[in-house]
């Protein structure tokens, strides 16, 4: 049962760039594509010289922004592609075979890989400390030689102040970054990135969670066959207890809810 799909350009107005075909999961416009879809339309961003923001969603962020109406508003304009496996089911469900994960973690080393031929400008904004950041860093350099990782900032466990905030903002502009991944949680770094859109210039900022520990080797990811069966969280669980036992508890039941709401609705109206 396809329903209508909406597009990017409605989210993410960067006419240069080009758009994206969404469709709404549980309040949240989703992205129907893949790694190459998404990756093309970055580089069709960067090579406009527009701003844009991109974030790989979890139910978490979906359900937050479900919830929390200073979270939805933080995604109003951004481009969010589902990273969790259980909302590509739902897209697939509501008729989008097309639709395909598209898990932050792996983005950015694609998008890494791809960089590192052309010479994108990058900024790292997250971790958890800085000897943290500098082991990305280093990761991500000999993984991928030629990477231009132009600057980085490993920010407070708190909001920033006006000082830290302008700071920020200069040593961005800069550097001459043109993609400025950030790395500080969700929905954390989506208030960031919309906070900071006002004053930050033509750059594609990019949320993706846990990529930094996952990628400095501080955290192990899932295997692969658990992330295909959307075990993901499970595995995660087991590997951080004390953090994320809440957040999956609560929100992983909710969104069973209102997807399986809002999937009757469609069926009763038909579409």
Request: net charge negative; charged share 20%.
């Given at each position: 049962?396809?329903?209508?799909?909406?597009?990017?350009?409605?989210?993410?107005?960067?006419?240069?760039?080009?758009?994206?075909?969404?469709?709404?999961?549980?309040?949240?416009?989703?992205?129907?594509?893949?790694?190459?879809?998404?990756m093309d339309w970055m580089?069709?961003?960067?090579?406009?010289?527009?701003?844009?923001?991109?974030?790989?969603?979890?139910?978490?962020?979906?359900?937050?922004?479900?919830?929390?109406?200073?979270?939805?508003?933080?995604?109003?304009?951004?481009?969010?592609?589902?990273?969790?496996?259980?909302?590509?089911?739902?897209?697939?469900?509501?008729?989008?075979?097309?639709?395909?994960?598209?898990?932050?973690?792996?983005?950015?080393?694609?998008?890494?890989?791809?960089?590192?031929?052309?010479?994108?400008?990058?900024?790292?904004?997250?971790?958890?400390?800085?000897?943290?950041?500098?082991?990305?860093?280093s990761e991500l350099e000999?993984?991928?030689?030629?990477?231009?990782?132009?600057?980085?900032?490993?920010?407070?466990?708190?909001?920033?102040?006006?000082?830290?905030?302008?700071?920020?903002?200069?040593?961005?502009?800069?550097?001459?970054?043109?993609?400025?991944?950030?790395?500080?949680?969700?929905?954390?770094?989506?208030?960031w990135m919309s906070q900071?859109?006002?004053?930050?210039?033509?750059?594609?900022?990019?949320?993706?969670?846990?990529?930094?520990?996952?990628?400095?080797?501080?955290?192990?990811?899932?295997?692969?066959?658990?992330?295909?069966?959307?075990?993901?969280?499970?595995?995660?669980?087991?590997?951080?207890?004390?953090?994320?036992?809440?957040?999956?508890?609560?929100?992983?039941?909710?969104?069973?809810?209102?997807?399986?709401?809002?999937?009757?609705?469609?069926?009763?109206?038909?579409?």
């Amino acid at each position: 049962m396809p329903t209508e799909a909406t597009t990017a350009e409605s989210i993410a107005p960067t006419s240069a760039a080009g758009s994206l075909p969404t469709e709404t999961v549980a309040g949240t416009p989703l992205v129907l594509g893949n790694y190459d879809s998404v990756m093309d339309w970055m580089d069709d961003v960067v090579a406009s010289g527009e701003q844009a923001r991109l974030s790989a969603a979890t139910v978490h962020l979906v359900m937050g922004a479900r919830e929390d109406p200073e979270t939805a508003i933080a995604l109003e304009g951004c481009v969010t592609v589902p990273d969790g496996q259980p909302l590509v089911w739902a897209l697939n469900s509501l008729g989008h075979p097309e639709a395909s994960r598209v898990y932050g973690p792996e983005l950015m080393s694609r998008y890494c890989a791809r960089s590192a031929k052309t010479g994108v400008p990058m900024y790292l904004y997250g971790g958890r400390d800085r000897p943290s950041l500098d082991l990305l860093i280093s990761e991500l350099e000999r993984r991928y030689p030629g990477l231009n990782i132009v600057g980085s900032y490993c920010p407070p466990f708190r909001p920033l102040d006006e000082v830290e905030r302008r700071d920020v903002l200069s040593e961005i502009e800069s550097s001459g970054a043109q993609v400025v991944w950030v790395g500080i949680g969700q929905p954390k770094q989506e208030h960031w990135m919309s906070q900071m859109r006002h004053d930050i210039g033509p750059v594609l900022m990019v949320g993706v969670g846990a990529a930094f520990d996952f990628h400095a080797g501080l955290v192990r990811q899932a295997p692969a066959w658990m992330q295909r069966l959307g075990l993901e969280w499970l595995y995660r669980l087991t590997q951080e207890p004390k953090r994320l036992w809440a957040r999956y508890a609560r929100y992983n039941p909710l969104f069973i809810v209102a997807f399986a709401r809002q999937y009757l609705q469609l069926r009763r109206s038909g579409k």
